[in-house]
Every structure is written in structure tokens, then in C-alpha cells.
């Protein structure tokens, strides 16, 4: 704008939004680097160095785990209770998987102990010392069942009868030896049939107590087997007190 005399004045140019934000930001940086430098002067050096040592550690400490379960005897998910023996028995299944007699961690009958075959395989524990007495396979397929009945009534009294089937059991099971089965405290002995898985723990000359796993079976059924002709394997395990009253 021009005054009277022909004399004009400069006209201010306005500052732009930029320019502040520009000054601001120095501003600020100044300020943060001075609070920053009296900070490091009133915190001594090794306040800081042990801070950072600390944060450190953080990342390098090891990841606590808890301890793997222990085991126990023949794989038991819990211990038994003193004085007593540990049992678990598995019937075959298919074609590839063996039965198993296990006692006191230790395998009696197994493809690993190589003592195993097809029909009712039978392991016999001496109950007072827990030694084992005798194992033996009988052929129920091919075979008769009268050996295996000679077998189960040569056992003495105060023994440990542990029973599982592998493949076939059922075909040439005779009566006799249904009945010496039976004797020993079987109930499904009567329905065991071609291929049923069966598994059992038997006694002579003195009573198991009521409450222990002593058997189980699975018939063969086209409709319900896991294998191709043949069903799931069974199995049971527990606890044998060893002096009962």
C-alpha cells in the first residue's frame, strides 16, 4: 500500500505453518537432549549399568519345564501302593499288533520277549514269591485246547494266572478247558468266539479282591472291528495286594 508523497510500505509476509513446526521441533530436541544430559549426571553410572544388566538377564534366563512324569512299572499312569504287584495285559489286534503280559515292570510274554503267538497265551506267577513259574502259547485255531487244559490244572495253588489272546482263541476252545477257565473266576470265557480279543487274570487257591480290572473282551463285528477282520485290542491293569486277609 502506497502513502500520500508517492512512499509505499513493505507489506509482512505472514510465518507459515512449516516455519513454526520446523522452530518447535528444535526447540524440543534442544530440550530433550539438556533433561537427558542432567539426568546422566545425577544417576550414578553403575545405577544405570545394572539397570541395563538387569533387562538384559530378562531375555537370557532359562524357560522353566516342568520335570517329565516319572514311570512306572509297566507303564502305569500312577504308582501302586507299597506292597502290592503291578500287572498290565494286552490282547493282540490285527495282524501286527503282539500281545503283552507285563508284571512287576517286567515283560513275561511280548513280541520283544518273542514267546508270543496265535491263540490264548498264558504266563503263571508263584503269588508269594512273585516269580514267574511258566509261559506257553496254545494254537486255538489249528490245534486243540486239551494240552492247554493239562497246562492251566498243573499250576500250584497260590498262583497267578495272567491270560490274553492274539488273533484267534476262540475256534477249537473246548469245553474242559472252558470249565478250568471258569474256574479260576472267568466270566466271558463262555462268549470268547473266532477272533475275540480277551484278556484275563485268574487265581488259584485264594480269592483276588473284588475291585481290580481281571477282564475284558471284544468281539469280532464287520461292522465295528478296527482291523480288517479283526477288532480292537483290549487291555487291563492294576494292582495285586500281595498278602491278602
Known amino acids: ?17 512449516g516455519t513454526f513446526k520446523a522452530m518447535f521441533f528444535v526447540f524440543a530436541s534442544m530440550c530433550a537432549w539438556y533433561s ?21 538377564s530378562i531375555g537370557e534366563r532359562p524357560i522353566l519345564k516342568a520335570p517329565d512324569p516319572k514311570r512306572q512299572k509297566c507303564d502305569h499312569w500312577t504308582s501302586c501302593p507299597p506292597n502290592s504287584y503291578a500287572y498290565r495285559l494286552l490282547s493282540g489286534g490285527g495282524r ?15 513280541r520283544k520277549a518273542g514267546n508270543v503267538a496265535r491263540g490264548i497265551n498264558i504266563a503263571i506267577i508263584n503269588y508269594v514269591t512273585g516269580k514267574l513259574t511258566a509261559t506257553q502259547h496254545f494254537d ?14 498243573r499250576a500250584t495253588p497260590k498262583s497267578l494266572l495272567f491270560m490274553a489272546t492274539q488273533d484267534d482263541g476262540g475256534s477249537r ?9 471258569e474256574a479260576l473266576g472267568s466270566k466271558e470265557i463262555r462268549s470268547l468266539r473266532f ?5 484275563f487274570v485268574g487265581s488259584i487257591g485264594f480269592e483276588l479282591p473284588p475291585g481290580i480290572q481281571r477282564e475284558k473282551i471284544n468281539h469280532s463285528d464287520g461292522s465295528k472291528n478296527r482291523y480288517s477282520g479283526w477288532p480292537a485290542e483290549v487291555q487291563i491293569e492294576g494292582c495285586i495286594p500281595r ?3
Open 195 to 199: 477272533r475275540s480279543s480277551w484278556v
Open 1 to 17: 500500500m502506497c502513502q500520500e508523497g508517492g512512499k509505499c510500505a513493505r507489506k509482512m509476509r505472514p510465518v507459515t505453518a
Open 140 to 153: 486255538m485255531y489249528e490245534d486243540g485246547s486239551g494240552p492247554m487244559t493239562e497246562f492251566i490244572q
Open 173 to 181: 476252545l473246548q469245553a474242559k478247558a472252558k470249565d478250568a477257565i
Open 36 to 56: 537427558g544430559y542432567l539426568l546422566a549426571e545425577l544417576i550414578p553410572a553403575v545405577t544405570l549399568s545394572s539397570a541395563v544388566y538387569s533387562l538384559r
Open 96 to 110: 501286527d499288533k503282539y500281545a503283552k503280559i507285563c508284571f512287576e515292570d517286567e515283560l513275561l510274554m511280548g
Open 243 to 245: 498278602e491278602l486277609s
